[in-house]
């Protein structure tokens, strides 16, 4: 079974860039999470998806992120314009509906300029 | 305001001795609790978990142990193997939300 596949792995980009990330997530799995992780600390929770809804987004800085999963399956996360402490790494998740479990994906790692 | 702590960044142990990792939580909502394991480059991988119903959770060498009073739980590693040298992360979950992590611990199995 393919795991949670992300893309990029690495990004690099200048300040006030707009970049954007990809997840395809467990087939089957309804719920998909982004996490972000800055150096040293735990993932912190931006959006959790139930099907193609946006359940919980309180922690997503809507003024420059923003985030889709038109039909319940892949989901990209968009940052513009970036800023220097957006460098971090972008986690992946997924889990089957109420479920306690989830399965990360390797991660997109940010470095902005 | 930390709901999840990991008081310890670092901790060194002998190949072949336990390895406790310790972490504290303040909500009371939370009713399961897991541990993660991170090497460099990945992602979290799923090590264990607990309910908040259980004191105690065994899979082979790794052991959970949950105090609801103190609201503390530890990760058990006996005996320790090189292999084990990673980012640890304490995880918790009320109800419906999403996993609420701690900052990590970094283990290190020294020969």
């Known amino acids: 079974e393919a795991g949670v596949v992300q893309s990029p792995r690495y990004k690099i980009i200048e300040k006030k860039q707009p970049v954007a990330f990809w997840c395809n997530p467990i087939s089957g799995h309804n719920t998909l999470y982004w996490y972000l992780q800055n150096l040293g600390q735990g993932p912190e929770l931006l959006i959790r998806?139930?099907?193609?809804?946006?359940?919980?987004d309180s922690q997503l800085p809507k003024d420059r992120f923003s985030a889709e999963r038109l039909k319940g399956v892949d989901s990209t996360l968009k940052i513009q314009p970036a800023e220097l402490g957006d460098s971090a790494v972008y986690l992946c998740?997924?889990?089957?509906?109420?479920?306690?479990?989830?399965?990360f994906g390797a991660g997109s790692r940010l470095t902005v300029l | 305001d930390q709901q999840v702590k990991q008081n310890s960044p670092s901790l060194s142990v002998q190949e072949g001795r336990i390895s406790i990792l310790n972490c504290d939580y303040t909500n009371s909502m939370f009713d399961y609790f897991l541990w993660y394991k991170k090497y460099p480059a990945e992602g979290p991988t799923f090590l264990i978990s607990i309910s908040s119903i259980k004191d105690k959770n065994e899979d082979g060498r790794f052991t959970v142990f949950l105090n609801k009073s103190a609201k503390h739980l530890s990760l058990h590693i006996v005996p320790s193997q090189p292999g084990d040298s990673a980012v640890y992360f304490c995880?918790?979950?009320?109800?419906?939300?999403?996993?609420?992590f701690g900052k990590g611990t970094h283990l290190i199995i020294q020969p």
């Open positions: 998806y139930e099907n193609e809804e946006a359940v919980d």
């Open positions: 998740a997924s889990s089957p509906m109420g479920a306690n479990v989830l399965t």
């Open positions: 995880a918790a979950k009320g109800g419906a939300d999403g996993l609420t």
